[in-house]
């Protein structure tokens, strides 16, 4: 059974930076992506981004590109969410997302896991 748990969601303050974890257990071939996505305050789940396993290839939402970097270590089982620049409107619980392809996890046709809080602000 597949399982995702996110960590390294905070407070922090405009123009800082931060790294999101997503460990994933119980891969299989139908989480061969895997991807990021976003819930603001009073808003519907928005996509980030997501990719492979291996790293080929990559697809991000027009807010992220730019300021957010996806990146799986294979060797952890983890992919992480590097985010820059944070604004206060970033401020969301940011969820992960695996499934068989990308375009699945862009469609969020697998697994979540519960999410983390990032708030920015000042």
């Known amino acids: 059974q597949v399982r995702l748990v996110e960590s390294g969601g905070r407070l922090v303050a405009p123009g800082e930076s931060l790294r999101l974890s997503c460990v994933v257990s119980?891969?299989?071939?139908?989480?061969?992506?895997v991807g990021w996505f976003r819930q603001r305050p009073g808003a519907g789940r928005d996509f980030v981004g997501a990719m492979t396993w291996s790293g080929a290839g990559s697809q991000y939402s027009n807010f992220a590109k730019g300021r957010f970097t996806i990146s799986p270590d294979n060797s952890q089982n983890t992919v992480y969410l590097q985010m820059t620049s944070l604004k206060p409107d970033d401020t969301a619980v940011y969820y992960c997302?695996?499934?068989?392809?990308?375009?699945?996890?862009?469609?969020?046709?697998?697994?979540w896991g519960q999410g983390t809080q990032v708030t920015v602000s000042s």
């Open positions: 119980g891969r299989t071939f139908n989480t061969a992506a």
């Open positions: 997302h695996a499934a068989t392809t990308q375009l699945k996890v862009r469609n969020a046709g697998g697994t």
